[in-house]
T-cell receptor
Framework: AQSVTQLDSHVSVSEGTPVLLRCNYSSSYSPSLFWYVQHPNKGLQLLLKYTSAATLVKGINGFEAEFKKSETSFHLTKPSAHMSDAAEYFCVVSLPDTGRRALTFGSGTRLQVQP | DAGITQSPRHKVTETGTPVTLRCHQTENHRYMYWYRQDPGHGLRLIHYSYGVKDTDKGEVSDGYSVSRSKTEDFLLTLESATSSQTSVYFC??????????????FGAGSRLTVL
């Protein structure tokens, strides 16, 4: 079985300060991991993905995430927050050979960016 | 959201009436999914399809049925809508092969209100 836990339901930062959104996963196999972003009243958009290549993954809009197998973590970071980053972020885990099975979503972290 | 459209985008209905949501894709992806999104629950899988006429239940399938008679269309039906099915419904597609095999692409969502 696989699961994913997003450790913070809400994160608030000031514009220009670093962003850290935390995600821990549980999987019996080497997983694929993803971060998705959802802006208000929109669908989900892929930010970045890890699929067993480089452990530091760069995504869109300056975001990156580091896969740490020893810590079973895949935290999302950005050096400097922008107002447009305010959104909900979802960490997602799947097995490498997902086949028919779907991906497992975390419960989401809402990021607020203060001016 | 390129390649995937949901209809209707908004619907208000009364308890006990049937409702059908449609997901249409132009990407020829094998896998299609229906999720519901509710505050505090993230995204929960209702049903998914791994090919024409091949479907399976997700974690919250009670009260829902699906059909996929063509690759491009995946229908979600609420036979007799209840207030607990008030939610935002998202369709997603996934190739199942190639470098983006596990990457989901989401529709813009369908907001359903059951009075």
């Amino acid at each position: 079985a696989q699961s994913v836990t997003q450790l913070d339901s809400h994160v608030s930062v000031s514009e220009g300060t670093p962003v850290l959104l935390r995600c821990n996963y549980s999987s019996s196999y080497s997983p694929s991991l993803f971060w998705y972003v959802q802006h208000p009243n929109k669908g989900l958009q892929l930010l970045l993905k890890y699929t067993s290549a480089a452990t530091l993954v760069k995504g869109i809009n300056g975001f990156e995430a580091e896969f740490k197998k020893s810590e079973t973590s895949f935290h999302l970071t950005k050096p400097s927050a922008h107002m447009s980053d305010a959104a909900e972020y979802f960490c997602v885990v799947s097995l490498p050979d997902t086949g028919r099975r779907a991906l497992t979503f975390g419960s989401g972290t809402r990021l607020q960016v203060q001016p | 959201d390129a390649g995937i459209t949901q209809s209707p985008r908004h619907k208000v209905t009364e308890t006990g009436t049937p409702v059908t949501l449609r997901c249409h894709q132009t990407e020829n992806h094998r896998y299609m999914y229906w999720y519901r999104q509710d505050p505090g629950h993230g995204l929960r899988l209702i049903h998914y399809s791994y090919g024409v006429k091949d479907t399976d239940k997700g974690e919250v399938s009670d009260g829902y049925s699906v059909s996929r008679s063509k690759t491009e269309d995946f229908l979600l039906t609420l036979e007799s809508a209840t207030s607990s099915q008030t939610s935002v419904y998202f369709c997603a597609i996934r190739p199942g092969q190639g470098s983006g095999a596990n990457v989901l692409t989401f529709g813009a969502g369908s907001r359903l209100t059951v009075l």
